[in-house]
């Protein structure tokens, strides 16, 4: 089934650590994105690629990055986990051709909490 | 700076018609996107408006005027798969989408 596979769906990391979030599409979508999703707030872009090999920030990037080596993988890390990233984490991904109308298809999320 | 606004939560009848509306200031604009979300689930599309007026599909329709800076997702004959948070995004001058923070829709029997 086409889509977006995020792992891990969940985790607990402690204060300190490095965590990567991966994602995968198999739509052979140009452009993709990394969100996280608070409580009481709309989604925030963390980072963008339009295309493979080029990344870029969003509105929150502070404590993360990004790579994108191929068109269908676009893993995001911390490379050390504080509390206030405790968050969910969502990947999407949309056809470039279609950026006047963006529809964005989303991953299924990762729950992710820093103690 | 920019702006999304929409109502926290509202509650409706099974059967029923709802309105959420979504009103934004952003710099640009270059469509304005609803978005359907069951809880602990990824968002989905739903509609996508350039042009002001209203544009159907369904049971729901998605209805924009660009010079009031308003929008609204019309439900109508509500069932209880209903229930979800509804989010509204405006893509700004850059292409880039402004979220708001969502409108979590209650249906009750």
């Known amino acids: 089934i086409a889509g977006i596979t995020q792992a891990p769906t969940s985790q607990i990391l402690a204060a300190g650590r490095r965590m990567t979030l991966r994602c995968t599409q198999d739509?052979?979508?140009?452009?993709m994105y990394w969100y996280r999703q608070d409580l009481g707030l709309g989604l925030r872009l963390i980072h963008y690629?339009?295309?493979?090999?080029?990344?870029g920030k969003g509105e929150v990037p502070d404590g993360y990055s990004v790579s994108r080596a191929n068109t269908d993988d676009f893993p995001l890390t911390l490379a050390s986990a504080v509390p206030s990233q405790t968050s969910v984490y969502f990947c999407?991904?949309?056809?470039?051709?279609?950026?006047?109308?963006?529809?964005?298809?989303f991953g299924e999320g990762s729950r992710l909490t820093v103690l | 700076g920019q702006n999304i606004d929409q109502p926290t939560e509202m509650t409706a009848t099974e059967g029923a018609i709802v309105q959420i509306n979504c009103t934004y200031q952003?710099?640009?604009?270059?469509?304005l996107f609803w978005y359907q979300q069951h809880a602990g689930e990824a968002p989905t599309f739903l509609s996508y408006?350039?042009l002001d007026g209203l544009e159907e599909k369904g049971r729901f329709s998605s209805f924009l005027s660009r010079s009031k800076g308003y929008s609204y997702l019309l439900l109508k004959e509500l069932q209880m798969k209903d229930s979800a948070s509804y989010l509204c995004?405006?893509?700004?001058?850059?292409?880039?989408?402004?979220w708001g923070a969502g409108t979590k829709l209650i249906i009750k029997p």
């Open positions: 999407a991904s949309s056809d470039s051709l279609d950026r006047e109308t963006g529809e964005l298809f």
């Open positions: 739509m052979r979508h140009n452009a």
């Open positions: 690629s339009n295309t493979a090999g080029t990344t």
């Open positions: 952003t710099s640009g604009f270059n469509g």
């Open positions: 408006n350039v």
């Open positions: 995004a405006v893509s700004d001058s850059n292409y880039q989408l402004i």
